[in-house]
């Protein structure tokens, strides 16, 4: 966990601060096997803070998840990025198949290490599964983790219980423990862009 008077002190980003775009794949737009999502503005957010990094010539990351089944198998048309991805020669590409680009090919963490970067934005797909799952891991090792809500998505789930449970409500309880535990500095995109501006 962070330090408490950093994790609480206004927004400030470093020159180095990476953007990491977490699966934004074509395979998430399969409606029917996903089910209802939120945030439909999340693409838009997300292109906007790519727009802002290209700008200030911070780095970027993309990662692509490759599934055993599903719409994200690789070699299919969803394991794809999505187009505002897809146009991007990114600093480092990622392919992995579990839920932390921590856990990836070629290794993030080195990459960062290399690099001295501290600072890593986490956007993309799915709120709750790899981008939460990266930034718990991202704080365990001692990054600093910011984590826009509005720049992600996810979808709704059902529990073992057999409730439904809301994509918005997923994301409010990722948000919540992400916060509340230190993980990340949880915040607007457009806080993000007024710190990537200053």
């Given at each position: 966990?962070?330090?408490?008077?950093?994790?609480?002190?206004?927004?400030?980003?470093?020159?180095?601060?990476?953007?990491?775009?977490?699966?934004?794949?074509?395979?998430?737009?399969?409606?029917?096997?996903w089910?209802?999502?939120?945030?439909?503005?999340?693409?838009?957010?997300?292109?906007?803070?790519?727009?802002?990094?290209q700008?200030?010539?911070?780095?970027?990351v993309?990662?692509?998840?490759?599934?055993?089944v599903?719409?994200?198998?690789?070699g299919?048309?969803?394991?794809?990025?999505?187009?505002?991805?897809?146009?991007?020669?990114?600093?480092?590409?990622?392919?992995?198949?579990?839920?932390?680009?921590?856990?990836?090919?070629?290794d993030?963490?080195a990459?960062l290490?290399?690099?001295?970067?501290?600072?890593?934005?986490?956007?993309?797909?799915?709120?709750?599964?790899?981008?939460?799952?990266?930034?718990?891991?991202?704080?365990?090792?001692?990054?600093?983790?910011?984590?826009?809500?509005?720049?992600?998505?996810t979808?709704?789930?059902?529990?073992?219980?057999?409730?439904?449970?809301?994509?918005?409500?997923?994301?409010?309880?990722?948000?919540?423990?992400?916060?509340?535990?230190?993980?990340?500095?949880?915040?607007t995109?457009?806080?993000?862009?007024?710190?990537?501006?200053?």
């Amino acid at each position: 966990m962070t330090n408490t008077d950093a994790f609480d002190a206004p927004l400030t980003l470093d020159s180095d601060a990476v953007l990491l775009l977490i699966d934004v794949q074509q395979g998430f737009e399969d409606q029917d096997f996903w089910g209802p999502r939120d945030n439909p503005d999340a693409e838009q957010r997300i292109a906007e803070l790519i727009t802002a990094w290209q700008a200030t010539g911070r780095p970027i990351v993309t990662v692509q998840h490759a599934s055993r089944v599903g719409p994200l198998v690789e070699g299919t048309p969803g394991y794809r990025l999505k187009d505002l991805a897809a146009a991007l020669t990114p600093d480092l590409h990622v392919t992995k198949t579990v839920n932390s680009a921590f856990y990836g090919t070629p290794d993030l963490h080195a990459w960062l290490q290399e690099r001295g970067a501290r600072q890593l934005v986490v956007t993309g797909i799915m709120t709750n599964v790899c981008n939460e799952t990266t930034t718990r891991m991202a704080g365990n090792l001692g990054y600093d983790a910011i984590f826009p809500t509005d720049a992600m998505h996810t979808f709704d789930m059902t529990g073992p219980d057999g409730v439904t449970v809301p994509a918005a409500e997923l994301a409010r309880a990722t948000a919540t423990t992400l916060h509340a535990m230190r993980f990340a500095k949880v915040v607007t995109t457009e806080t993000v862009l007024r710190a990537a501006k200053a």
